[in-house]
């Protein structure tokens, strides 16, 4: 969503914000903007679409001052255009905000007779907080008084005019950081915006606010007690942003996977047995799993509901984390609650932890930011050593989430009787070989790139899958319309005939994901109706399968082998290239896709 930054620094301070705001692009944004204060004088320039816009604005019309804030837009309130973009400006204040004012109508309400430019939320906080100012309030005291008249969730940070040392920031919901320097100070969304001018980061927790000068940061908690937080060292790869020669981050990512699961599973099992570096987890008295996520994370919560159920004979139910709370399940007290979220920041996510928080028997979250909002709440956090994704559409975050799942699933088997330690060895000798498996399955990109041209024509794709291979199908659809906007649906295989068949005809390329396993034969069936009213099949599949069903295909993929019951995993891939060639025959933009944002953090 939203990105925010902001700097009390000792050169000028307008290209150091831009250079910040470009390492925040990958969250989605369509438009952008720049406050500043010098000799005392508050003043702003802003620009629709991507930051080369207002980069030529501020060629043509300079912005002076070594104090800033700057803002990439997501639009929720208004249509993207100058006067919806950040900063809001009134009179001596300038405001950035990412999150949403949800009394922002009554709030509006009540300051009737003053001047409105934009449709947006954010204008009232900054309305507001002048409001505040005229009744003769200082900009501190004024910004404190603003924030206890907002509700919903936000991250804002505050620029005055006459104050060249002062940023306000607050955070109730989205992330907001702190970046402490050599006699300058930063605020921002997240630590990768900062990590060029400091590795050193505290973060605001719920509810904090905090008066940051060039000297320090005083910060204060949601009762306005004086509060002391952690300050953390960043360790330099998480602030590594580069596209590595690739021609997008999606790319790069997608071709850093087996070296990011390989690092994930060498973690959580160095040896022939499922070890939690980080704490102990207990599945022994476990009545049932809860798993929660939105996006591709709960398609990963779908394919470790096969494994948790097959494996350790656990039940498993897996919810959408925005419809989670508000179906207000009953939660047992024998209950394991599992989070899964990339950013670790997903606001629906959180919401849905802090509900099962205090009603299950636990807590745990996988995450790729250790220092996260959810990582911190729950009972226990396991990092998936992804390192940073830019890519909007999550690919090596998504294996290594399933990595983490997969030696979840396998403790808990071991843990409740249902293996013995040589099958947990055999099992996890099956997940080590995948990054193998996945490099030979990389290698196949040039013969997925030649076909995809005919995918880039289509109007509809259907994706099949069955058991586990039928969350991946899932993911495969939700891959190839974030980026290419193609519209696609995922399905299990055996429903193609109670509704989906009806869309098939020569024109309907049906991609289908089918390992010679136990259920092949039936997908087989399936993908032999798909062809029956002249579907296009791309079946992917092992030697084993290509050999026995690609008659009468239109093209097979041939993967490499391995163990069926992990092929989610090594499947992934395929799915990912797909998308990834499909979207660049079309020209989109891959890894900013319209309309989406790659952390979304309100709901």
Not at 377 to 394: Q, T
Not at 544 to 554: I, K, M, R
Request: aromatic share 6%.
């Amino acid at each position: 969503m939203c990105g925010i930054v902001g700097v009390l620094g000792n050169h000028e301070v307008a290209p150091i914000l831009v250079e910040a705001l470009k390492r925040l692009e990958y969250r989605g944004y369509d438009s952008a903007g720049l406050a500043t204060v010098q000799a005392g004088r508050l003043d702003r320039r802003r620009a629709v679409g991507k930051l080369v816009n207002l980069s030529d604005l501020l060629v043509h019309d300079p912005l002076a001052g070594k104090s800033g804030i700057g803002h990439t837009r997501w639009a929720t309130h208004g249509a993207p255009s100058v006067a919806n973009a950040h900063p809001h400006r009134t009179g001596r204040v300038a405001v950035v905000h990412n999150g949403i004012i949800e009394n922002f109508r009554s709030l509006r309400d009540s300051l009737a007779g003053r001047d409105w430019e934009s449709e947006t939320d954010t204008e009232t906080v900054a309305q507001l907080c002048e409001d505040f100012m005229s009744q003769g309030m200082t900009p501190r005291e004024a910004a404190a008084e603003t924030l206890t008249h907002l509700e919903g969730a936000f991250a804002i940070a505050f620029l005055f005019e006459g104050e060249e040392d002062l940023i306000v920031a607050a955070r109730k919901g989205p992330p907001l950081a702190i970046g402490h320097g050599e006699g300058e100070m930063y605020v921002g969304s997240d630590a990768i915006a900062l990590s060029p001018m400091t590795n050193r980061i505290t973060y605001l927790e719920e509810g904090d606010y905090a008066f940051v000068t060039r000297a320090g940061a005083e910060i204060y908690d949601a009762e306005g007690r004086r509060a002391n937080r952690e300050l953390r060292e960043i360790p330099a790869k998480t602030a590594q942003i580069d596209k590595g020669g690739h021609r997008h981050f999606m790319a790069k990512e997608v071709f850093e996977q087996p070296v990011v699961l390989a690092e994930c599973l060498t973690h959580y099992a160095p040896g022939d047995a499922v070890q939690i570096p980080e704490g102990h987890v207990d599945f022994t008295n476990t009545d049932r799993l809860i798993l929660v996520a939105c996006g591709t994370a709960h398609y990963a919560c779908l394919v470790a509901k096969y494994w948790f159920e097959q494996l350790a004979g656990l039940p498993c139910d897996v919810d959408i984390a925005s419809e989670f709370r508000y179906r207000a399940p009953p939660v047992s007290d024998q209950a394991t609650a599992l989070f899964v979220s990339q950013s670790g920041e997903t606001a629906d996510t959180l919401a849905a932890l802090r509900y099962a928080d205090g009603k299950a028997a636990r807590t745990l979250s996988v995450v790729n930011v250790p220092e996260s909002s959810i990582a911190r709440d729950s009972d226990l956090a396991l990092p998936i050593h992804a390192g940073v994704e830019v890519g909007v559409a999550s690919t090596k975050a998504f294996v290594c989430q399933l990595g983490v799942l997969a030696n979840l699933a396998i403790l808990a088997a071991r843990q409740r009787g249902h293996i013995d330690a040589a099958r947990e060895a055999d099992l996890l000798g099956q997940l080590r070989a995948l990054p193998a498996l996945i490099n030979q399955a990389l290698a196949l990109e040039d013969q997925i790139k030649r076909h995809t041209g005919t995918l880039a024509r289509a109007q509809t794709v259907l994706f099949l899958g069955r058991g586990a291979m039928y969350p991946l199908a899932l993911e495969g659809a939700l891959k190839l319309k974030e980026i290419s906007y193609i519209h696609a649906e995922g399905y299990a295989s055996g429903e193609l005939k109670h509704g989906p068949i009806a869309l098939v005809d020569k024109t309907v390329p049906v991609v289908v994901l089918a390992p010679r396993d136990e259920l092949f034969d039936k997908t087989v069936s399936n993908m032999q109706e798909v062809m029956a009213r002249e579907g296009k099949v791309w079946l992917v599949s092992d030697k084993a399968g290509a050999d026995a069903a690609s008659d009468g295909v239109w093209q097979t993929l041939v993967m490499p082998g391995g163990d069926p019951f992990f092929a989610p995993i090594l499947y992934s891939i395929p799915a990912q290239l797909i998308a990834y060639h499909t979207a660049v025959h079309k020209g989109t933009d891959v890894d900013q896709p319209r309309n989406l944002a790659k952390s979304v953090t309100v709901e």
